[in-house]
């Protein structure tokens, strides 16, 4: 799972190390969206400092896994390939 801040980056990991010994389409990557920042435990957002009509962005993390899992249809895919009880994550 990438973001826009990382996407392009993971791409060309995976790339210049020829998918590490895997078929590029065994690999599959999927990127969250962004999300606005809070600043702080009182929920207020968080503002560009030199922009203050923007709101900050963040990748959303990790609880996007599971709606990107379905979203993108690579759970459809899995169980028409082939059924498993697991899935492992690696972050």
């Known amino acids: 799972m990438t973001s826009d801040d990382t ?9 210049t190390n020829s998918y590490f010994g ?10 969250q969206e962004k ?3 809070l600043a702080d435990n009182d929920t207020r957002l968080a ?17 996007d896994v599971h709606s990107l899992l379905y979203s ?10 082939w059924l498993r009880n697991w899935v492992y994550s690696f972050r």
Do not use: R
Not at 22 to 31: A, D, F, G, N, R
Not at 47 to 55: A, G, Q, R, T
């Open 47 to 63: 503002l560009d400092p030199n922009d203050k009509y923007k709101i900050q962005t963040k990748p959303h993390g990790h609880g």
């Open 7 to 15: 996407n392009a980056l993971t791409f060309k990991l995976f790339e």
């Open 72 to 81: 993108s249809g690579l759970l459809e895919q899995w169980y028409a390939c």
């Open 22 to 31: 895997t078929e590029p389409s065994q690999v599959k990557i999927l990127k």
């Open 35 to 37: 999300v606005a920042c």
